[in-house]
């Protein structure tokens, strides 16, 4: 409830505004929410979240790695097909199945790179692991419109699974490993709880500044063009519907072309500020693995 609070009240926010109470009130009431239960958490004797777990470093690195990757990537699968059909003309068959290459490259290497926390500790492959993700998130940014998909999208598939397939199994070997046998189940509980949340907050968070990037970039050579002041009050008036944005009466097909070229281009920009902001949170979660994951983890207290 907390979360959903706290993210409804980011999904409304550009739309109805900061200072609208439904949105703040819900932003509020959420993180209010969120103390009350970590208060709860640490005082009560039988807790849902142990938060002695986090007196782990490695547990706690691992998780903060989890926050920043993982919502760096659920921006991504939540963004990119919207781009790939509405922007790109992808069939949504075409959007699906533009994934596959990264699903395969983690079936396929997720194994191998498990074996690598054998040989080289976890530390270096969930230092490298996000560095790849982020060369991957940064060419996503890349493409323009109508270009093809084995030149654009495609190498940005392989090289974030490279870079996933290089996080996935000595994250969760690390998880594991920073805690008793008998607290394995909520240390794996509550890692992936982190994931799920840390999508939904980038989802959240980055869709607002996909929206303000979107608004701004579409003012703009709205302002700079020649069209009516009522044609343009009637598209800015739709600039929540994104590029769904339907073309207001008295437009011949010319001009019902450039707006449409306006407002995928408006979106674009957006998208690619998304995927700019990605690649950041890639590279700090490779700094926080860096910084608070031992590279040969010593075996967890058996009180911890």
């Given amino acids: ?33 969120i103390g009350l ?26 998780n903060l790695l989890t926050l920043l990757l993982y919502a760096a990537l659920g921006a991504l699968l939540f963004f ?6 509405q922007v790109q003309d992808f069939t949504p068959t075409q959007a699906g199945a533009a994934n596959l290459p990264l699903i395969l490259i983690l079936f396929f290497l997720s194994r191998w790179a ?35 998909y084995w030149t654009t999208y495609f190498p940005a598939m392989v090289v974030l699974g490279l870079g996933m397939s290089g996080v996935v199994a000595p994250l969760t070997t690390t998880v594991m490993g920073s805690v008793n046998e008998r607290q394995a189940g909520v240390a794996s509980g509550v890692n992936n709880a982190v994931s799920r949340v840390a999508s939904l907050l980038s989802i959240a968070v980055l869709g607002m500044v996909a929206f303000h990037v979107f608004n701004q970039q579409l003012a ?17 008036e739709q600039r929540n519907r994104l590029t769904q944005i339907e073309s207001p009466k008295g437009l011949d097909i010319d001009q019902e072309q450039v707006l449409k070229k306006w407002i995928d281009e408006s979106f674009l920009s957006g998208f690619r500020w998304v995927m700019c902001i990605s690649a950041g949170l890639a590279i700090l979660s490779a700094f926080s693995a860096w910084s608070m994951i031992e590279s040969n983890p010593s075996k967890p207290a058996k009180n911890l």
């Fill in 220 to 236: 703009d050579k709205l302002d700079a063009s020649k069209l009516p002041a009522p044609i343009k009050q009637a598209v800015l």
């Fill in 37 to 62: 239960f970590l208060w709860r958490e640490a005082k009560t004797d039988s807790p849902l979240l142990p938060l002695q777990l986090f007196h782990s470093k490695n547990f706690s690195g691992a």
């Fill in 80 to 85: 990119l097909p919207y781009n790939l059909i």
């Fill in 1 to 33: 409830m907390a979360s959903a609070l706290l993210v409804f009240g980011m999904i409304e926010a550009p739309g109805l505004g900061w200072t609208t109470p439904e949105t703040w009130g819900a932003a509020a009431a959420g993180v209010v929410a």
């Fill in 114 to 148: 498990g074996g690598l926390v054998a040989h080289y500790g976890a530390r270096l492959p969930l230092v490298i692991g996000p560095i790849i993700a982020a060369c991957g998130f940064l060419l996503f940014a890349r493409p323009g419109i109508g270009e093809s």
